[in-house]
């Protein structure tokens, strides 16, 4: 099964608000409201930033926000700072397997 | 708070095999899935399987089946992944994750590398 389809590479500068998109199928994006966002500074291990479509853990800033539409997840991430700068990954559950699916990852840059 | 403590890195030779573990803490180990998830280098994440401490049941990724082994000692809140028969494009880092719903990873141990090299 095919990954996720991320953009590669997303910019912005501090201040502003950028999206970040996720499109799958109707088998797992568009099929359940089971999309994850995960954020990976260099060298370390992700951390989670949404489940459930829209749901933040404890802890994680209100800056970041995800929604859905139809086959296309999203993740928005406002009032940019430099600590932003990082790999942001999609995942979803799929009914293809019993394991999720990942995107392939985008690459933030905070100019 | 919840940690996941992975085991160091490993060289292994290809054909062998890696036994890596994920030491739980700060929550009760049997009430979530452990899943595995692993990264070769420059690339994104790709899921192996998923364990359920509880009952040892356990779902492989295509890919891995005959290959990778998921096991746990709940006695020391301990998963542990083995994969056999080691080629060079196995080399990545492997992540242990708590399931804290449908594929949501929600805590992620450090990450233990494993280079396969002749």
């Known amino acids: 099964q095919s990954a996720l389809t991320q953009p590669a590479s997303v910019s912005g500068s501090p201040g502003q608000s950028i999206t970040i998109s996720c499109t799958g199928t109707?088998?797992?994006?568009?099929?359940?409201?089971?999309v994850s966002w995960y954020q990976q500074h260099p060298g370390k291990a992700p951390k989670l930033l949404i489940y459930g479509v829209v749901n933040r853990p404890s802890g994680i800033s209100d800056r970041f926000s995800g929604s859905k539409s139809g086959n296309t997840a999203s993740l928005t991430i406002s009032g940019l700072q430099t600590e932003d700068e990082a790999d942001y990954y999609c995942?979803?559950?799929?009914?293809?397997?019993?394991?999720?699916?990942f995107g392939g990852g985008t690459k933030l840059t905070v100019l | 708070q919840v940690q996941l403590v992975q085991s160091g890195a490993e060289v292994e030779k290809p054909g062998t095999s890696v036994k890596v573990s994920c030491k739980a803490s700060g929550y009760t180990f049997t009430s979530y899935d452990i899943n595995w998830v692993r990264q070769a280098p420059g690339q994104g994440f790709e899921w192996v399987g998923r364990m359920n401490p509880i009952s040892g049941n356990t779902a492989y990724a295509q890919k891995f089946q005959g290959r990778v082994t998921l096991t746990r000692n709940t006695s020391i809140s301990t998963a542990y992944m083995e994969l056999s028969s080691l080629r060079s494009d196995d080399t990545a880092i492997y992540y242990c994750a708590r399931q804290g719903g449908l594929t949501v990873n929600y805590n992620w141990g450090q990450g233990t590398l494993v280079t396969v090299s002749s």
């Open positions: 109707n088998s797992d994006v568009g099929g359940y409201n089971h």
């Open positions: 995942s979803s559950y799929t009914r293809i397997t019993t394991l999720g699916i």
